[in-house]
Structure formats: C-alpha cells, structure tokens
C-alpha cells in the first residue's frame, strides 16, 4: 500500500514538473501549446539514448547515440533537446502570431513526430521504443528496491522545487512582466518597445526545457519510453490540471495538478474494471475530464487559486519608506 | 506516369472526402468565428451512426440520413448549449477553442465507452475497380465523388441563390452590418452550425466507407488534415476550401506513389506549415479588414 | 530649418486595395516642438501616424527619426528608438496593476530578459526599485497614487487617459504622436490632458498630436499642420490657416459633402 502511494506521488510530483512548464505558455503568454508532449517526449528520448549502452548489442533494437554516460549529464541532455525542440518549433509556429494559428501548427507538429518516430526503426526504434532505462543513481547507491523509491520521489521532489523557485523567480521579474503585458494587449506592448515574437519564443523555450526535465524523469521511472505513451491527449490532460488550479500561477497549477491528475485517475482506478470493455474506464476519466475543463471554464475560469501579485503598498512598506501607520491615515 | 495519375484518380476521390468537411468547417468558421477542435468528432459520430444503422439495415441511403441527421443535431446541440452561453459570458477566441476541445474529448471518449477502441469494420459491397478514363476506380469511389460534387454544388446554389445562403454570407462578412438589415444573425448561426454539423456527420460516414475500418479517433485523424485544406485554402473562405481540399487530397495520394504510404498525412501538415510559413491568408485572401500589419 | 528635423517624412503614401488614404504626405517636426497635425474627417491623419509608429507598412515614401530611415521597421523597433505614441481609446493593460503598468513603460525594462532576470537579480532589483520610485512620483503628479494596486482595467475612462499619459512620460520617449488625446474627454479632463501634454513638451519631448478641437490645438501648439485627402496643404498657426483659401475649401469641401 504504501509503495503504491509513494509510486502515485512520485508521478504526480513529475507531471507537476510538466504542467508547471506547459504553463509558462498558456499562464504567462496565453498560448494553446499542443505539441507539448512532443517535446517532452524528445527530451525524454534524448536523455534516454544518453544514458543507454550502444544498440548494437541489443538484439535487434536499434537507436542513436547509446553514449552509456550518468543521469545528470542525461537529464541536462534531454532538457537541452527540448529546448532545442521548442526553438525550432516555437520559431515557425508562432510567426503568425496569431492563437489558434499556432495551437493547429503544434498539433501537426506532434502528429508528424509520432508517425516519423513511429516509422523511423533507426532512430528511437520506433514504435517499441527504448527499454531497459537504469534507474538513476542505482548503480552509486546500492538501495533496496524499497528504499530506493523514497530516493527518487525524493530526487523528483527537489527537481520540482527547483523549478518552482526559477519559474517564480522569472513571473516576479520584469521579463514575466513583460509576457504578461503581451498577453493582455499586443499591440499596446509593441507601443512600449516589446518584441512580441522574441519574447513568446523565449517563454517557450523555457517551458520546453522543463517539457524534458520532466520527461527524462518519466521515462527514468518507466524505465521506457515509446510513442504509445504520449499521444496529443496527454497535452490536454495537463491543460485541464491548469484550468483547474489557475492560469498563471504556480501555486494553483500544483493544486490542480494533484486535483485533476492525481486524485481523480486513483479514484477512477478503484472501480472495478468491466470484462469486455477494458476501454471503458479510460474513456470515463477522459470524458471527466472534458467535462471538467468545460465546468472550470463555465463557473470558475480564473481557476481556484487567481493570481496574485504582490501590492506595490506591501513592497514600499518592506522598503520602509512609508511606515504602515502614514498609508493608513493616507486612505 | 501511369502511376501518377492513378494518384491522382484516389486523389480524387480523396480530395471529395476532405471537401466535405473542409467547406463545412469554412462555413461555419467564416459565419461564426469559433476555431472549432470538435469538428472531428462530428464526422466520427457520422461514421458511427451509419456503421450502428448498417447492422440494423443494409441501406446505404438510410445510413447517409443518419449520419446528416446526427451530425447536424449535433452541431445544433453544441451551438445551443455550449457555445452560445460561452459567448453570450464574452468567451471568445482561444477559451472557446479550448471549450470546443473539452466538448471533443466528451464525445470521442462517448464512442470510446459505447464502441470500444478496437477497429470494427465497415464494409460495403464493392464493384471491382474499372479503368474510368486515366484513374482505376471502384464503384463505391464514384459514388463518393459523385456525392460530394451533388452536395458542393448544393452548398454553392445555397449560398448564392437562397435566402439563408445570402444571409450566412452577410453575417459572415459583418455581422453587425448584417443584424442591422433586419438578417436574425441568431438564428442564421444556428442554421450554419446544423448545415456544418450535417456536412460533418455526412463526411465522416463516406471516410468511414473510404477506410472500411473505424476507430473513435478517426475524426480527430482526419481534422487536421481538414485544417489544412482550410487554411491553405483561405480560412473562411467555403470557394477556397474546395480549392485546398482538392489541392491537398490529390497531393497526398500522389506523393504516395514516391514515398511511403504512412506520410500522406505527414505531406497534408508540411503543406499546412508551409502555408502558414508563406502565406498565412491562403489562396484566396479574405478581404482586408483593419489589420494591425506592423506588429 | 536650422536644426536638423528629429522627424522627417517624405512622400509619404499608403494605398488600401484602391483608396490612397496618404497621398505623398510631406511632414517636418523640429526637436523641442509641439505641433498640431488637424483636417477634416478621411484626410489620412490617423493612417499617417500608424505609418509613423510603424503599426502599418507605407506603400512608398521615407521616413526619418533621429538620423535613421524607420519606414521599414516594426512598431516595436519604432517605440524603442524613442518615438513613442498613444491611441484614440487608451489600451492599459487590464489585468495588469496601475503600478505594473508604469513599470512595464520603465525604460530599458523591455531588454532584461529570462537569463539576466535570473542571474543578475541584485542589479535588477536596484533597477526595479528606481523604477517603483519614478513610477510613484508620476503616479502621484497624475493623481492616481492612491490606485496604484488596482487593475487598471477597473479605472474609470478619465483615469485610463491619465494613466496613458502617466505612462508614456515614464518611458522618457524622445518624441510622442499622440493620436486625438482629447476624445470623448470632458472639460475639466481636457484641462489637465493640456497640462500633461506641455509639461511633457517642456521636460524636452517632441510632440506632434492629431485633434479635432481646434481651440484646444491652438491654445496648445505653436504650429500647425492642415492635412486633406491623404497630403499636407499648409502649415503654420492657426491663425494663418484661418485666412487660408486651401483650408478653409478643405474643411468646407467636408461640409458639403455631408
């Protein structure tokens, strides 16, 4: 029982790396980002043929690189790739500039991944995939399968945190301010300087390289990794995560991370599976799901947790330029 | 040579296919303005509805009704109760889109739960393929070809003709303009949500016949192809979706003659990128409203 | 003209699929003026200034900004040289604070990008900080200290024109176009919109503002120049224009033809 908590918080804790990612487009800039899971999928690809042995001795699996080297240096690889991944995309799809626009051109981008990867034996044997990822730190450490469980949920716990600060940090900052100011009015921030296009690719990029963070975790965890897992749903999955808990902000993604993601997959997991219809349930989470986004959107866009920024009467206060009793008495 | 133009006999018969659903999606795009990501889903329903009739009835008429009565109900019902409350709140662009997305998931997950996931077949019966001047066709693609040409030409004298049609095409060009006149923008929305919904259901049924073999997720397959007609063709623009259906249909089938067969859809998005790439408007631009160009 | 023009246009011109809406527009703005730019309604004014700003490609003709040819450039590359503008309705961002607003305007604060903002985080706070400091002072000058926390999407109309002027002084631009900054403004608004406009005039920018309200024009700028069917046809003050035969056809020319 309790592995399978530790085994459900250690997923949850990853996909809170990805939605915290996919929301520095859809939060920060206000774009609908479906190729997401594409890019998390290079990542993970990358960062899983540098942690692999050559493929010549596999026995009929074929994949590049196979360069045998240590988890950090896999998981700075495949981060590395999605970025590269985001870049590259980022920088055609969002010339238009226009929304819907770019959420069509990330759908084809995915959709074209998958049947090339899929196609394309030579390069991530494609439609098997990679297998036989080691567990990061294994071979250093020497814990038991049980312990070593508690070391990972551990390891993906001080990856999220890290990401939540730099994330945080960049929203506070004049950089996050400027996105924001992009999302709610283009033309007004082009009037001020600001290169809309640079800018949102830049954001992009970002959430790209937490796309592969997470998915070199995932994949690490898995132990595998092959196109069945991350098909253009997924994408929209986390987007219900982050309609759920609040666009834009950190805090009420993780929240509806763990709502949406977490709690509600279990639930539906406990419910007895009907002979015949294996795809029953699956389709009910979905259709839960849908119905979620369209009840958020409907009754609660801005989310359960909006967003908040600190008062410029709070920071002067913190400077100590003005004591609190003089804005007082200057209401 | 030969093999080039059998291509483009199948993508003929392609291009019929997807011209169904592209004019449909234009239509309803350049009338209402919603990026709808549920249109896929129409088509599937279409398939179904039909492939559920055929095992009550080998009619292929009746099955065809089916399939326009249901997706046209539900254009209707997603137009009523969905986008019609989301916009009277003020909804509008990339939140509708997504609103479209959840509705989408609801419906293919629907099929999923009543169908299951794995193929069901869907055969009709099928003449032996005849040499029709240069193409190789069966009897079931002329028919396809054949009923896409009776309902474009129908789509045309609509719009052209009717009331209703002249109607839609004035709400679409300002619907502020058009409310002014006297035109029920209210009702002319509705009307243009049943007859895509219709032009949906209808074209996921003869994809449906076309494959032989339906998943839940075929309409959602297909939409982005459907997308790329559209756009490469002029969004909004219901002359231009022919256009970029027939440019693309053949196209695909073509280029399967030289390359593998499981990229077809690969050529439909590189043509969708490089539109957006180069030209953005498509082929027939609509008429310049005030664009902000500079930005 | 003595001193180099801080703007300069020349044959100007803008074709929307058949109508001309600027028609060789030939234009000169000295550094330190404010001038008017006036006609009657479809003489090409607000095309000419979103030409200007860069917000809509010209068909043909230059444009000069402090010793550069910007006609090819994108609006965003425009503001940042220094010329600046503000439109006819004003586009705050809503969702943003008043605070953030003037911040976002601050200048330099559009080049501090993702790496900077995470490693050099002392610098930027030294820069912010400044920046709150500025931004209060100007907040305070346009009477919208005490909302400086709001979103400014729930200002009132008037205190969204104010803070269009609140911002635009905070970025220091070289020059501003203004683009009819008295629209829809009551009397006493239109006092204190005067006000703002000669203090920025006088801190050392370069204004030239489109309006329709003559009297207002004149009281406020020196010189003045007459736009009609897409070109310029006189400049020089009002007073010289009021006893011009050319302006007087132009604006009665609008009058008949209504």
């Known amino acids: ?331 | ?295 | 003209m003595m001193v180099s023009p801080l703007l300069e246009v020349v044959g100007l011109r803008k074709n929307f699929g058949g109508v001309q809406a600027v028609d060789e527009l030939n234009l000169i703005v000295a550094p330190g003026e404010l001038v008017g730019l006036i006609g009657p309604n479809g003489a090409g004014k607000s095309t000419a200034l979103d030409l200007i700003s860069g917000f809509r490609r010209c068909t043909g003709g230059t444009i000069r900004f402090a010793g550069n040819e910007i006609q090819d450039w994108p609006a965003y590359r425009v503001s940042d040289s220094g010329l600046m503008r503000t439109f006819q309705s004003p586009r705050e961002w809503a969702r943003l604070t008043v605070m953030e607003n003037m911040l976002i305007a601050a200048k330099g604060s559009g080049h501090i990008g993702a790496l900077k903002s995470l490693f050099s985080r002392r610098e930027i706070a030294e820069f912010e900080r400044r920046g709150r400091d500025e931004a209060r002072a100007f907040l305070r000058r346009f009477e919208l200290f005490q909302v400086r926390d709001e979103f400014a999407g729930n200002l009132s109309g008037g205190q969204k024109r104010l803070l269009e002027f609140a911002r635009i002084s905070m970025a220091k631009p070289r020059m501003v176009l203004l683009d009819e900054p008295l629209a829809g403004v009551n009397p006493v608004l239109q006092e204190k919109i005067l006000e703002a406009i000669l203090d920025l005039n006088r801190d050392g920018v370069t204004v030239l503002l489109i309006e329709h309200n003559l009297s207002w024009v004149e009281k406020a700028c020196a010189r003045v120049v007459v736009m009609a069917l897409g070109r310029d046809i006189a400049t020089g003050t009002m007073g010289e224009h009021r006893a011009d035969r050319a302006v007087i056809d132009a604006y009665l020319g609008e009058v008949a033809a209504k």
């Open chain 2, 1 to 295: 040579m030969l093999d080039l133009l059998h291509g483009v006999g199948f993508g003929l018969v392609t291009a019929s296919i997807l011209a169904l659903a592209t004019v449909g999606l234009s239509l309803q795009y350049s009338v209402t303005n919603v990026p709808n990501f549920a249109q896929g889903e129409l088509m599937t329903l279409g398939a179904y509805g039909a492939y559920a009739t055929d095992h009550l009835l080998h009619n292929l008429v009746l099955e065809a009704v089916v399939a326009l009565i249901l997706g046209g109900a539900m254009g209707w019902f997603m137009n009523h109760f969905l986008i019609q409350p989301f916009s009277r709140r003020g909804t509008r662009g990339i939140t509708m889109l997504v609103v479209t997305l959840g509705f989408a998931l609801v419906v293919q997950n629907s099929i999923l739960a009543i169908f299951g996931g794995s193929e069901v077949e869907f055969h009709l019966p099928v003449s032996k393929p005849s040499h029709v001047g240069p193409f190789i066709l069966t009897s079931r693609d002329g028919l396809i070809i054949v009923s896409a040409i009776a309902v474009l030409l129908g789509v045309h004298v609509i719009l052209r003709y009717t009331r209703a049609g002249k109607a839609m095409r004035a709400v679409a060009d300002n619907v502020d303009l058009a409310r002014i006149t006297g035109i029920n923008s209210g009702r002319v929305i509705e009307l243009t949500w049943l007859a895509a919904g219709a032009m949906a259901g209808f074209s996921g049924f003869v994809l449906g016949v076309q494959v032989g073999v339906l998943t839940p997720t075929i309409g959602f397959a297909f939409l982005l192809v459907v997308f790329a007609a559209a756009i490469l063709g002029g969004i909004g623009q219901v002359y231009g979706a022919m256009l970029g259906a027939l440019i693309i249909g053949i196209g695909m089938e073509v280029s399967a003659v030289y390359i593998p067969g499981d990229y077809k859809q690969t050529v439909a998005f590189a043509a969708l990128i490089l539109t957006l790439l180069f030209r953005p408007s498509g082929i027939i631009k609509a008429p310049s409203r005030h664009v902000v160009e500079g930005i």
């Open chain 1, 1 to 331: 029982m309790v592995n399978y908590i530790v085994s459900s918080l250690t997923v949850g804790v990853i996909v809170g790396i990805l939605t915290l990612g996919l929301n520095v487009s859809w939060g920060w800039v206000g774009q609908l980002d479906l190729a997401f899971y594409g890019i998390v999928a290079i990542g993970a690809y990358i960062g899983g043929v540098m942690e692999l042995p050559s493929s010549r001795n596999s026995g009929g699996s074929t994949w590049i690189l196979g360069l045998s080297l240590p988890f950090p240096i896999a998981l700075i690889g495949g981060m590395a790739a999605s970025a590269l991944a985001a870049l590259a995309l980022g920088s055609v799809a969002l010339r238009r500039l226009r929304g819907d626009y770019f959420a069509i051109t990330t759908v084809a981008f995915a959709l074209i991944l998958t049947a090339f990867l899929t196609q394309q034996q030579s390069i991530f044997n494609g439609f098997e995939g990679l297998y036989g990822l080691q567990q990061p730190f294994e071979g250093v450490l020497k814990l038991s399968q049980s312990n070593y469980q508690w070391f990972f949920l551990g390891l993906c716990i001080v990856l999220l945190g890290a990401t939540y600060w730099v994330l945080q940090l960049l929203y506070v900052s004049p950089f996050g301010r400027t996105l924001r100011a992009i999302r709610e009015d283009e033309t007004a921030a082009a009037a001020f300087g600001r290169n809309a296009y640079a800018q949102k690719l830049k954001a992009y990029v970002v959430g790209g390289t937490c796309a592969g963070m997470g998915g070199v975790l995932l994949a690490s965890y898995v132990g595998a990794w092959n196109p069945s897992g991350w098909a253009a749903i997924e994408t929209f999955l986390l987007y219900t995560a982050i309609f759920l808990g609040g666009q834009g902000n950190s805090r009420g993604v993780l929240l509806g991370t763990l709502i949406a993601l977490v709690l509600i997959p279990e639930i539906t997991r406990w419910l007895p599976e009907i002979p015949g219809h294996p795809d029953l349930f699956p389709a009910i989470r979905n259709m839960v799901d849908g119905a979620l986004i369209i009840g958020v959107l409907w009754f609660r866009p801005r989310g359960l947790v909006p967003e908040r920024q600190p008062k410029d009467r709070e920071i002067e206060q913190r400077e100590g330029q003005l004591p609190a009793l003089t804005t007082a008495a200057s209401q």
